[in-house]
C-alpha cells in the first residue's frame, strides 16, 4: 500500500510513530536515541540518508520495516520545516478488560463496600511488623521510612508501584484474592461511606515520632462538603482536564506548571486537610488510598492519550525545554534507558513494568461521569515565555500572563503551603504545595530545595493592578500564625511574562 506524502509533518503527530520499538531498541544498542524529540532531530540527516530507497540501510532491509519513498519524503519535509514538534491527535482512552480493573467508589456495590471495609480492617488489625500490615504499608510514604517521592519524574512510578503493593496486601485478605482497589474522582463529593469506620480514620499502633499522629490521636480530615469546596476553590478539575491535554510530559507532571496533574495532586492533598496535607503521614489517612488510586488512573489514561503506553513509547513525549522555552525544576530522570531508575524499596521492579501498560495488565472501569476523556478534543498548544525565533509564535487579543514566584526556599517553610497571589490585595491565583512539616529532614526535598512556582492568570486580571504573594502553611504549628514571611524564604522575586502560543504551522 502506498503512503501518503506528508507535506507538514510534525514530531508527535507524524515523526515519532515513523520507528518501531525494534528499530528504538536496535539504535539505542549503538548509541543513539531515535525515542525522542531531542535524539530524532540531532541525527536527522542521517537517518534521512539511511532510510532513502532504494539503497536504504536503516531498518536492515532484512526485517521488513524498510521505509517507503514516501514515508522518507515525509521525514525530509520535517526536516526543511524546521523540526516542528506539533500536537498529536488524542486518543480515548480503552477502559478495562484488564486482570485487575478498578471502579470509582460510586459505583461500588454494597457487597463490594463490607468487602472492601473488611479488608481494610484486616490490614488495619495485623501486627506493626507484618510488611502487608496497614502501619508499615502506610509508613513507606513518610514516618518512619520516608520512600515517597514528589515533585520529579519518578513521582508517578513510584505511587504506580506503591498501590500495586497495597492492592496485592488486600488480596491477602481471605475472600479478597480478587479484590482491586478503587478510585475516588475528586472532581465529585467523596461518597458517605469514606466517612465511616474503617475508612473514616486510622489510629497508630505505636508511637511514630510525630507530632500529629500518635496513639490514641487518630488521623483526621475535613467534612465532605467542605473538600469539594476546597477542590473547587483550586479549581482542581480545571487542573486535571488541562494535564490530561497536554501532550509533553514536562507540561503534564512538572509541578512548576499550574495546570500540570502534579500541582492538581498537591491541591487535592491541602482541599483534604487534616493528616492529608502533612506528606510524612498523609498515607496513614485510609482515604490516601482511594485518592491516590484516582491519579495512578489519571496517568493511566494521560499515556492512552497520547499514545505513551509503553517504555519507548512513553519517551517519545519528553521534549527538552530548550526546545519549548520552560524551564525544568529538575532533571529529567525519564531520559535514562533501562534499567530506568531505582524505585526504592522495590529496587527489583523493572523500568516495563511500571510504564509499560500492557505489562501492569490494570485497568480502570469508565469515569462514574458518562463525559469521555480527553474532554476537548484537541490538546493543549503549550503557551511559554519564549519561543526560538525560526518558529513562528502568536500573541491572544487578552494575552495569558505568567506570574512567577521565583527562587522560593522551600525548605525553611513548616510543612504544606500555599502561595496566593493578589492584585489589589484581592487573590487571583492560588498554588498549593504539598511537603513534610520538616522538609530540611527529607533527602528528595533537599533535592530541590529552591523552587518556582507559576501562577497562570489573563492580562486583563493583573493589569494597572498592584500585585503581592502571600505565603500561608496549610497546618501551622501551634502558636505560629499561618503567614510565613516572603523575606524569611529566601525572599522570592515575581516575575511577569507575556505567554506566547505556537501558532498552527
Keep these: 500500500m502506498t503512503e501518503a506524502i506528508i507535506d507538514n509533518p510534525t514530531y508527535l503527530e ?78 480515548q482512552p480503552v477502559y478495562g478488560p484488564a486482570a485487575r480493573v478498578r471502579k470509582d467508589v460510586r459505583d461500588l456495590s454494597a457487597d463490594e463496600i463490607t468487602a472492601l471495609a473488611g479488608a481494610f480492617r484486616d490490614l488495619m488489625g495485623r501486627h506493626p511488623d507484618d510488611e ?8 513507606l510514604h513518610g514516618f518512619p521510612n520516608s520512600y515517597c517521592l514528589h515533585h520529579q519524574d519518578l513521582y508517578n512510578p513510584w505511587h504506580r508501584v506503591y498501590l500495586r503493593h497495597f492492592e496485592d496486601a488486600l488480596r491477602t485478605v481471605p475472600g479478597c484474592a480478587d479484590m482491586t482497589l478503587p478510585y475516588w474522582d475528586v472532581t465529585s463529593a467523596p461518597p458517605d461511606f469514606l466517612f465511616q469506620p474503617p475508612f473514616d480514620s486510622y489510629d497508630v499502633p505505636v508511637d511514630i515520632g510525630s507530632p500529629d499522629l500518635f496513639p490514641g490521636h487518630p488521623t483526621t480530615r475535613r467534612d465532605a462538603a467542605t473538600i469539594q469546596q476546597g477542590m473547587t476553590d483550586r ?76 517504555l519507548w513509547t512513553f519517551r517519545s513525549t519528553i521534549v527538552s525545554p530548550s526546545e519549548t522555552g520552560a524551564t525544568l525544576g529538575n532533571a529529567v530522570r525519564f531520559l535514562r534507558l533501562p534499567p530506568f531508575n531505582v524505585i526504592n524499596p522495590w529496587t527489583d521492579t523493572p523500568a516495563e513494568t511500571t510504564i509499560d501498560i500492557a505489562a501492569t495488565d490494570t485497568s480502570y472501569a469508565r469515569p462514574h461521569a458518562a463525559a469521555d476523556r480527553p474532554d476537548a478534543n484537541q490538546p493543549i498548544r503549550p503557551a511559554f515565555g519564549n519561543f526560538a525565533a525560526a518558529r513562528r509564535m502568536r500573541v491572544q487579543a487578552d494575552p495569558l500572563v505568567s506570574v512567577r514566584l521565583k527562587g522560593l526556599n522551600r525548605l525553611v517553610i513548616p510543612g504544606s503551603f500555599e502561595a496566593v497571589l493578589k492584585a489589589d490585595g484581592e487573590p487571583v ?59 524569611a524564604a529566601g525572599n522570592p522575586t515575581l516575575n511577569v511574562r507575556m505567554l506566547l502560543g505556537e501558532a498552527a504551522q
Design 14 to 91: 507524524h515523526i515519532r510513530h515513523f520507528f518501531t520499538d525494534e528499530d528504538l531498541d536496535h539504535m539505542s544498542q549503538r548509541g543513539h536515541d531515535l525515542s525522542t524529540y531531542q535524539g530524532v532531530r540531532k541525527d536527522a540527516v542521517s537517518v534521512s540518508q539511511l532510510t532513502a530507497p532504494p539503497d536504504a540501510s536503516m531498518p536492515p532491509p532484512e526485517t521488513g520495516r524498510a521505509w517507503s519513498a514516501e514515508r522518507n519524503q515525509s521525514f525530509v519535509n520535517w526536516i526543511t520545516n524546521g523540526f516542528p514538534i506539533g500536537t498529536p491527535t488524542l486518543q
Design 132 to 139: 502487608t500490615s496497614y502501619f508499615a504499608l502506610a509508613g
Design 235 to 310: 479549581d482542581v478539575s480545571g487542573a486535571i482536564t488541562q494535564a490530561l491535554r497536554s501532550p509533553i510530559w514536562h507540561d503534564f507532571n512538572n509541578f512548576i506548571n499550574p495546570g500540570s496533574i502534579v500541582a492538581a495532586h498537591d491541591s487535592g492533598h491541602v482541599a483534604i486537610g487534616g493528616t492529608m496535607p502533612k506528606q510524612e503521614i498523609a498515607a496513614f489517612d485510609p482515604i490516601f488510598w482511594v485518592f491516590h488510586s484516582n491519579w495512578e488512573r489519571l496517568w493511566w489514561e494521560w499515556q492512552q492519550i497520547m499514545q505513551a503506553t509503553t
Design 429 to 487: 491565583g492560588r498554588r498549593s504545595f504539598f511537603q513534610p512539616t520538616n522538609p530540611n529532614r527529607c533527602d528528595n526535598c533537599r533535592e530541590l530545595g529552591i523552587i518556582d512556582l507559576d501562577f497562570h492568570v489573563p492580562g486583563s486580571a493583573i493589569t494597572g493592578r498592584d500585585l503581592t504573594v502571600d505565603l500561608e502553611v496549610v497546618s501551622s504549628p501551634a502558636g505560629m500564625s499561618p503567614r510565613f514571611p516572603l523575606a
